[in-house]
């Protein structure tokens, strides 16, 4: 009596191999197959589309609003609806540190998607982040391509005003911050942008006009407001140069990796790079 092995009895018409992934699955894939997702990681301000999946990781979030506040605003936003908004496990308290937020806990790796854009003092805030990651943990940094997005027409943060505002250490977007962004930016709707082919600026449909630009620099300012505005702008080349640049005077102890673009799931307004922390 002949034997057939189990191998030899499962044809690809009984079993078929999972269909690839795409879209935001892959996009997380591929970030996550960068880290040691198999200890525990810490996600900065997750909202309604976190990159970490709670299910499948054991993951610790945080942002800077608590879940009231959170969920008030998911509630407001169109893009929320239908979304399962996580709640956070700790406020990162403004003026407050991370590692008191989070009670000293250690963390094999770090991920925040479109949060650094936002934060009016880059450096500080990325320090106080490596701070909660264990050496040679990663810190995996998403942000939007300066040339692919709304901030299109303004020019590249530079490495004076990174190492400028580490020292000034603004906690709230500054009048010069928010009128850059106001002023310059205009209305995208997320199409590919071809360099060369886009109208001059004072042809191009706008959010906000000077005045409106004025007007807001000056609220923040006498109010001490929190106006949501794309502090600072990157692209590809302009990351790996300007932190490279705060490695070498030693304002930053970690190596880059990436940055990468094109990867599975990602958008063409979008890169990713990861930060390997040094001892």
């Not at 942000?143 to 303004?154: F, I, N």
């Not at 580490?166 to 310059?184: G, N, R, Y």
């Amino acid at each position: 009596m002949s034997t057939v092995t189990l191998a030899e009895s499962i044809t690809p018409s009984v079993i078929d191999a999972p269909p690839p992934l795409s879209g935001p699955d892959a996009r997380r894939a591929f970030v996550m197959s960068h880290l040691p997702s198999h200890l525990r990681g810490l996600e900065i301000a997750p909202y309604f589309n976190p990159m970490v999946d709670r299910a499948k990781y054991d993951i610790f979030y945080v942002d800077c609003i608590d879940n009231d506040e959170i969920q008030r605003k998911a509630s407001e936003n169109p893009g929320a609806t239908g979304r399962d908004v996580p709640r956070i496990d700790a406020v990162w308290v403004p003026g407050k540190r991370l590692s008191k937020c989070v009670g000293g806990r250690k963390f094999a790796y770090a991920v925040a998607s479109h949060v650094m854009e936002h934060v009016p003092n880059p450096l500080g805030w990325l320090n106080e982040i490596l701070e909660c990651v264990e050496v040679g943990g990663r810190v995996a940094i998403m942000l939007p391509m300066r040339t692919q997005s709304m901030d299109y027409y303004r020019q590249n943060t530079t490495f004076g005003q990174v190492v400028g505002w580490s020292i000034e250490k603004p906690a709230l977007p500054t009048p010069t911050q928010v009128m850059d962004f106001l002023s310059q930016s205009f209305f995208h709707r997320g199409e590919p942008l071809v360099e060369g082919e886009m109208p001059s600026f004072e042809e191009i449909h706008r959010h906000y006009t000077d005045k409106d630009a004025v007007n807001y620099a000056n609220f923040v300012w006498n109010e001490k407001h929190y106006l949501d505005v794309h502090c600072s702008t990157w692209t590809p080349e302009s990351f790996k140069e300007i932190f490279s640049r705060l490695d070498n005077v030693g304002l930053l102890h970690c190596d880059v990796i990436g940055p990468f673009t094109g990867f599975p799931g990602a958008t063409t307004a979008e890169f990713l790079a990861f930060l390997e922390k040094r001892a």
